[in-house]
């Protein structure tokens, strides 16, 4: 292992009925769709593997009235590797997208910041708009964890290994992180949802789900600084990336850490 990492999105679902609306605080004047993405990631160096979020299942796909294209534990296979071999796994924050399935990887110690438990067990989940995108049944399995000994917290910036840091950047949920990751293209910020898509970011337009709203706008320079090149912002959510970045195996497998060749995102979306 040389420090440097390859970066791999995996696809396992999809909203294909959304409107631009419904991805700004405010709204937007357009009425185009903007489909939403569901991914996990995966870091791999050496014989070195990090499993960044842990997405949702079927039983919450149905809660949520949502459906998924396959089980993100599944989507693992085609870079040769199984739930069980997965000895890390960052977990970004605990909402029901990024933080189901947990049980799926016994082997594995976790990382999550400690602001973002004490948020997702504390005062805030009293009120309903605050917890409707947690699911308790996924805080209680990191709790568990927790009492197994099996989750590293992190209080802002950490080193998780050589080559990989996470950053606190909150806003979207109080202990949000992003992680950090040298490539061979220089460094990579996985932004999970501190900017559900490029647009998000690119012109300061918070996604409608918001803890923090200074946070949130603050973080939005914070993970372009933390990228060599602004083609190393991976926003969470945006089927863009599918387009920007190569796809190998499987088909929703795309690799990331190859900075892509014409950087213009915004220009890619429709707008009608």
């Known amino acids: 292992m040389?420090?440097?990492?390859?970066?791999?999105?995996?696809?396992y679902g999809e909203?294909?009925?959304?409107?631009?609306?419904a991805s700004f605080v405010g709204g937007d004047p357009h009425d185009a769709p903007m489909p939403i993405d569901f991914f996990t990631w995966v870091l791999r160096s050496g014989d070195r593997t990090i499993l960044v979020d842990t997405g949702f299942e079927a039983d919450e796909a149905a809660r949520r009235g949502r459906s998924i294209e396959r089980a993100p534990h599944e989507a693992l296979a085609p870079l040769g590797l199984t739930p069980e071999s997965i000895d890390t796994v960052i977990v970004t924050h605990l909402h029901f997208d990024h933080a189901g399935g947990l049980h799926r990887y016994p082997a594995a110690?976790?990382?999550?910041?400690?602001?973002?438990?004490?948020?997702?067990?504390?005062?805030?989940?009293?009120h309903a708009h605050m917890r409707h995108t947690f699911t308790a049944e996924h805080v209680c399995e990191m709790v568990r964890r927790v009492f197994a000994g099996q989750v590293i917290f992190h209080d802002g910036d950490a080193e998780v290994a050589p080559g990989v840091t996470v950053h606190r950047i909150g806003g979207h949920s109080k202990g949000l992180q992003v992680v950090r990751a040298r490539t061979r293209e220089g460094w990579l910020c996985l932004a999970s949802d501190a900017s559900h898509f490029y647009a998000n970011y690119l012109e300061g337009r918070p996604f409608p789900i918001v803890a923090d709203m200074q946070e949130t706008l603050d973080g939005y320079?914070?993970?372009?600084a933390l990228a060599s090149s602004p083609g190393l912002v991976i926003p969470g959510h945006d089927p863009l990336v599918r387009r920007?970045?190569?796809?190998?195996a499987g088909g929703f497998v795309h690799r990331l850490d190859v900075a892509p060749r014409d950087f213009d995102p915004l220009a890619m979306a429709p707008v009608d």
């Open 221 to 224: 320079g914070r993970i372009q």
């Open 2 to 11: 040389d420090g440097t990492w390859e970066v791999y999105a995996l696809k």
């Open 244 to 248: 920007l970045f190569p796809e190998i």
């Open 15 to 21: 909203v294909l009925d959304r409107k631009r609306a």
């Open 109 to 126: 110690t976790f990382h999550l910041q400690a602001a973002e438990i004490a948020f997702a067990t504390g005062p805030c989940m009293c």
